[in-house]
C-alpha cells in the first residue's frame, strides 16, 4: 500500500475517533429530562392542640395551647377548630386542666374545665369527694407522692390493753388529686419543696372511713402505687370500721370470742 493512502487511512481513523468523543461528551453534560410528579396537597384544617405537655391542675393560655394544621379528613368528634371557635385561644384562657394533655395533642372540652376559682371541684369526676389528709415527709413516701399518683392510705394506731400499735390499710390504690407544697428552708441556707398535705379522690363510702380513720389513727401513711396498678380497682374501703348508719363499730372481746355491735357497746352479762 503506498504511504499517501496509509496517511489518508489514518486521518480518517483519527477523525472518526475525534467525532466519537465530541458526541460521548455531549450526550453526559444533557440531564434526562423528567417530568416533575404533581403531588395534591389534602385539604387541612387548624386545630387547637398544647404546645407543650400539660399535667393535671395546670392552666391553659397562649403559651400552652396553639393552632395546628390538621387533615381535614381525619377531624375527630371533640376537636376544636379555628372554624367553628375562632377565639378559642383567649375563650379558654385560665381554663384549669382535668386530664394530662400531651405536647401536639388535640384539646378537647372534656379534659378541661372552666376557668372559674373552682378549681378542685373540677377536677373531681362525678360521685366522687375530696379529702384531705396531713403528711410529712415520713408519712408521704419521702415527698415523691405527686397529684394523679395512686397511694394506699395506711392507718397506724395503739392496740387496746398491751400497749403494741396494729397497722391496717383503710383504703387501696387511691387517686391524689393535689399536694399542698410548701418550701422549708433548711440550716445551710438550702431550699426545699415538702407537702404538708395531701387530697384525695374517693368515693363518699371511702370519706366516712377515712374520717373515722383520722379521729382513731396514730399516725396515717401514704403508701405509693406502681403506674401499673392503675387499673385495679380503687373503692376498696375498711367498712369494718363503720357501722350500718355510719357511725365507727366497735369490738368487744369476752371469754375469748369478740362480739360486735353497732355505735355503742351494749352491756355484757
Do not use: C, H
Not at 396494729?166 to 407544697?181: K, P
Not at 401514704?222 to 369494718?240: F, K
Amino acid at each position: 500500500m503506498k504511504p499517501v493512502r496509509i496517511i489518508i487511512l489514518a486521518v480518517a481513523v483519527g477523525s472518526a475517533a475525534m467525532a466519537g468523543l465530541l458526541v460521548m461528551k455531549l450526550t453526559r453534560g444533557r440531564a434526562p429530562q423528567i417530568a416533575a410528579p404533581v403531588i395534591e396537597r389534602e385539604p387541612t384544617i387548624n386545630v387547637l392542640v398544647a404546645s407543650k405537655s400539660l399535667p393535671v391542675g395546670a392552666r391553659l393560655g397562649a403559651e400552652s395551647i396553639r393552632w395546628m394544621a390538621w387533615p381535614k379528613d381525619n377531624i375527630a368528634e371533640g376537636m376544636i377548630t379555628e372554624e367553628n371557635r375562632p377565639a378559642a385561644v383567649d375563650d379558654l384562657s385560665g381554663a384549669v386542666v382535668r386530664l394530662p394533655i400531651f405536647n401536639g395533642e388535640p384539646v378537647r372540652p372534656e379534659k378541661i374545665a372552666d376557668a372559674s376559682n373552682r378549681i378542685m371541684s373540677s377536677l373531681l369526676p362525678a360521685g366522687k369527694r375530696a379529702v384531705a389528709t396531713e403528711i410529712t415527709v415520713a408519712t408521704g413516701a419521702g415527698g415523691f407522692i405527686l397529684p394523679n399518683d395512686r397511694v394506699d392510705v395506711i392507718m397506724v394506731r395503739k392496740s387496746d390493753g398491751n400497749g403494741l400499735y396494729l397497722t391496717e390499710t383503710v383504703l387501696s390504690n387511691v387517686r391524689v388529686l393535689a399536694i399542698d407544697q410548701q418550701v422549708e428552708v433548711k440550716e445551710d441556707g438550702s431550699k426545699s419543696v415538702l407537702g404538708t398535705t395531701a387530697t384525695l379522690e374517693l368515693t363518699p363510702e371511702q370519706s366516712k372511713v377515712m374520717t373515722v380513720a383520722q379521729q382513731m389513727a396514730e399516725r396515717i401513711s401514704l403508701a405509693l402505687r406502681s403506674v401499673a396498678d392503675a387499673q385495679e380497682p380503687d373503692t376498696v374501703a375498711a367498712d369494718y370500721l363503720l357501722s350500718g348508719d355510719g357511725q365507727p363499730s366497735i369490738q368487744v372481746i369476752k371469754s375469748g370470742s369478740i362480739v360486735k355491735t353497732d355505735g355503742a357497746i351494749q352491756n355484757q352479762r
